[in-house]
């Protein structure tokens, strides 16, 4: 019997294995799934086994999930097309007989979250399927504000429209510590996990943090979710993008991203990494 990582090549999956692995699981007993071949090559250094697998190819799917008793899906990234994918999948794991865990977005059946819609399809989708499950909800990557950092360091300014909104973020291995978890234990079949950052911040105390670790003076520019919108077009982005960004800002001023109720340390039996621990891996990743 296996354990399949859907999405093993992106950051978050290779994440997972290497938790799986730390935690002393048979490494010819865990499936490492995805696109990039190069990644893959990596990924079987480590001793896993590695499956070439696509959502959109249904017969990729079932080579990679037979003989699976637990496939982690985590969640696709083209959008519009996620929620054809995620069943693609689930059916992959009901022909196999699998349990499966999906990583979902913080209160995806109720939140009004631009990203929430495919997610609650999803969950929803998985609870008409019949199989075993758990849903993994996790609340924002602090990595997922990579590239706001580094510019902030430069320009000594953060560009936002999410106003003293908060966000309860956690590092990405963070997570996927916490995915690594629930696949080794059946204690958690048929919940739904909520998971974020201990400590929940807002960009105010995100650049406080940046000048602190950097040395440079980080102000924020706050906007109007329209000025946000027009300048991030103003800076080359589409007009789909742009909007996307400043919906997301909108949602954390809306206080959408906010909530943390210790549930994941709890799973992981640790505090989550704070930010000012992430922030100064971004900035001095050698350090």
Same mark, same amino acid.
Not at 97 to 105: E, F, H, M, N, Q
């Given at each position: 019997?296996?354990?399949?990582?859907?999405?093993?090549?992106?950051?978050?999956?290779?994440?997972?294995?290497?938790?799986?692995?730390?935690? &002393?699981?048979? /490494?010819?007993?865990?499936?490492?799934?995805?696109?990039?071949?190069?990644?893959?090559?990596?990924?079987?250094?480590?001793?896993?086994?590695?499956?070439?697998?696509?959502? !959109?190819? /249904?017969? %990729?799917?079932?080579?990679?999930?037979?003989?699976?008793?637990?496939?982690?899906?985590?969640? #696709? @990234?083209?959008?519009?097309?996620?929620?054809?994918?995620?069943?693609?999948?689930? &059916?992959?794991? #009901?022909?196999?007989?699998?349990?499966?865990?999906?990583?979902?977005? /913080?209160?995806?059946?109720?939140?009004?979250?631009? $990203? !929430?819609?495919?997610?609650?399809? @999803?969950?929803?989708?998985?609870?008409?399927?019949?199989?075993?499950?758990?849903? $993994?909800?996790?609340?924002?990557?602090?990595?997922?504000?990579?590239?706001?950092?580094?510019?902030?360091? +430069?320009?000594?300014?953060?560009?936002? +429209?999410?106003?003293?909104?908060?966000?309860?973020?956690?590092?990405? %291995?963070?997570?996927?510590?916490?995915?690594?978890?629930?696949?080794? +234990?059946?204690?958690?079949?048929?919940?739904?996990?909520?998971?974020?950052?201990?400590?929940?911040?807002?960009?105010?105390?995100?650049?406080?943090?940046? +000048?602190?670790?950097?040395?440079?003076?980080? @102000?924020?520019?706050?906007?109007?979710?329209?000025?946000?919108?027009?300048?991030?077009?103003?800076? #080359?982005?589409?007009?789909?993008?742009?909007?996307?960004? %400043?919906?997301?800002?909108?949602?954390?001023? !809306? #206080?959408?991203?906010?909530?943390?109720?210790? *549930?994941?340390?709890?799973?992981?039996?640790?505090?989550?990494?704070?930010?000012?621990?992430?922030?100064?891996?971004?900035?001095? /990743? *050698?350090?």
């Amino acid at each position: 019997m296996s354990i399949v990582i859907t999405g093993a090549t992106g950051h978050l999956g290779r994440k997972v294995v290497e938790h799986l692995l730390a935690r &002393d699981v048979d /490494p010819s007993t865990i499936v490492a799934g995805g696109r990039n071949d190069d990644a893959l090559a990596s990924l079987a250094s480590l001793g896993v086994r590695t499956a070439r697998l696509d959502y !959109a190819d /249904p017969a %990729s799917l079932d080579a990679a999930v037979v003989g699976a008793e637990r496939v982690l899906l985590i969640s #696709g @990234t083209e959008v519009g097309q996620r929620v054809t994918q995620h069943q693609a999948v689930i &059916d992959a794991a #009901g022909r196999a007989g699998a349990s499966l865990v999906y990583t979902s977005a /913080p209160k995806a059946s109720t939140s009004a979250l631009v $990203l !929430a819609p495919d997610h609650k399809a @999803t969950e929803e989708l998985l609870e008409k399927s019949g199989l075993t499950h758990t849903v $993994l909800r996790n609340n924002w990557y602090t990595e997922n504000y990579s590239d706001t950092i580094r510019q902030a360091v +430069s320009t000594g300014s953060i560009m936002t +429209s999410a106003g003293s909104g908060k966000v309860a973020s956690a590092a990405r %291995s963070d997570y996927a510590e916490a995915a690594a978890v629930v696949l080794l +234990s059946s204690a958690y079949d048929g919940e739904i996990l909520e998971l974020g950052g201990d400590a929940p911040w807002d960009v105010e105390e995100l650049a406080a943090t940046i +000048s602190a670790i950097s040395g440079n003076h980080v @102000t924020v520019n706050q906007l109007t979710t329209d000025e946000h919108s027009a300048a991030l077009k103003g800076f #080359g982005l589409d007009d789909g993008t742009a909007g996307f960004v %400043s919906a997301l800002d909108a949602n954390i001023a !809306a #206080g959408l991203l906010a909530e943390s109720d210790g *549930t994941l340390s709890r799973v992981i039996g640790r505090a989550t990494t704070t930010l000012r621990q992430s922030v100064g891996k971004l900035i001095m /990743p *050698t350090g």
